[in-house]
């Protein structure tokens, strides 16, 4: 079955650049996904990226999708204090959806 | 405010005991997403349901069963339950039922077994 790797943790300081990381095992997965979880609060979704895709901006997010690698890539710019927060990298495959564990991002003023 | 509703928002019961978690989607979603969240297994997804009928199937034990009803609320019926239940539970909605829909999730509901 399909496995979404990502490192756990990622500090940065505001206003640099945040990548978070993510791979994941079965090419034939059609949707990739970045959500983010601020404490005590369900997930959010910041966006997504469809397998045939290469790159997808969307203000100051990019996600960079590797399908030869299986690497999916979210950056953020300018990143603040209130970027602080989980992001799970997911992937959708066989009418199921299959998460990563999450990193944890620290922004330090 | 996602317009998600679950009830309850914390649940404690005793080992193989059988609990009801419910969901109230945003107006107009007709999918239904139930999702486990814990410590040692991350996060899960579940089932889906839209408009009715089910759609998905992830990671459910033959313990657990959903369902949605013609109102499009969702419940999520957990049985003989044990320590290892002991999780989140969210419950998101989307307006369609295609993977890539953009899903609004619930506050949680936190059930702990004892």
């Known amino acids: 079955g399909e496995d979404v790797e990502q490192s756990l943790f990622l500090s940065v300081r505001e206003g640099d650049s945040s990548v978070i990381n993510c791979t994941y095992t079965d090419s034939s997965s059609t949707y990739l996904y970045w959500y983010k979880q601020e404490p005590g609060a369900g997930l959010q979704l910041l966006t997504y990226i469809f397998s045939n895709m290469d790159m997808k901006q969307d203000q100051r997010l990019t996600v960079l999708l590797n399908k030869k690698d299986k690497h999916l890539s979210l950056r953020i710019a300018d990143t603040q204090t209130g970027d602080s927060a989980i992001y799970f990298c997911a992937a959708y495959y066989g009418q199921n959806f299959v998460f990563g564990p999450g990193t944890r991002l620290s922004v330090l003023p | 405010d996602s317009g998600v509703t679950q009830t309850p928002k914390h649940l404690i019961t005793a080992t193989g005991q059988r609990v009801t978690l419910r969901c109230s989607p945003r107006s107009g979603d007709l999918s239904v997403y139930w999702y486990q969240q814990s410590l040692d297994q991350g996060l899960q997804f579940l089932i889906q349901y839209y408009n009715g009928e089910e759609r998905a199937k992830g990671n459910i034990l033959e313990r657990f069963s959903a369902q949605q009803f013609p109102d499009l609320h969702s419940e999520l019926n957990l049985s003989s339950l044990e320590l290892g239940d002991s999780a989140l539970y969210f419950c998101?909605?989307?307006?369609?039922?295609?993977?890539?829909?953009?899903?609004?999730f619930g506050p949680g509901t936190r059930l702990t077994v004892t």
């Open positions: 998101a909605s989307s307006p369609g039922g295609r993977e890539g829909s953009e899903q609004y």
